[in-house]
């Protein structure tokens, strides 16, 4: 009864020093030098030991651009993570069937001090640029939701 007691405590003491903080990142994806139309593009707090929060999720438009914010309530400071969902340059059989598993996940470190507002309204956003999906990633994975979505 006692460690449940305490628990709790510890759980609401962690709870009431929470603070509401939010990010936005825009930027513009190319694949084969013409924009990436409809790519999925997602905002993430990464956490190591919790599930990571995904604080918002756009689709880049006809010119390959996009617009993509949200916020959360963190103890800590958020770690914010970009993460792209691409079939920039998967090979396709014949042209036609696509014949790499999956999509190409990016997963991109936003710099905190550039991105990251105090309060649930973005004030400061972070500009990411022109990013080319031609080109591989560093730690870039695979996805195989069947269909990464907003």
Not at 79 to 108: A, E, H, V
């Amino acid at each position: 009864m006692k460690i449940l007691s305490v628990c709790i405590l510890f759980s609401i003491i962690a709870s009431s020093q929470a603070r509401v903080q939010s990010a936005g990142v825009k930027g513009k994806l190319t694949c084969g030098g013409k924009p990436a139309v409809g790519v999925v593009v997602k905002l993430q707090d990464h956490d190591t030991f919790d599930p990571n929060d995904t604080l918002g999720c756009a689709k880049t438009g006809e010119d390959g651009s996009f617009e993509v914010q949200g916020h959360t309530d963190e103890t800590t400071q958020i770690d914010i993570r970009l993460k792209i969902y691409t079939d920039c340059n998967d090979s396709r059989l014949w042209g036609l069937i696509k014949n790499t598993p999956c999509q190409r996940r990016l997963n991109l470190k936003i710099p905190g001090a550039q991105a990251i507002n105090n309060g649930a309204i973005v004030t400061k956003w972070f500009d990411a640029g022109i990013t080319n999906l031609d080109i591989k990633q560093s730690g870039e994975s695979r996805s195989c939701a069947v269909f990464e979505r907003c």
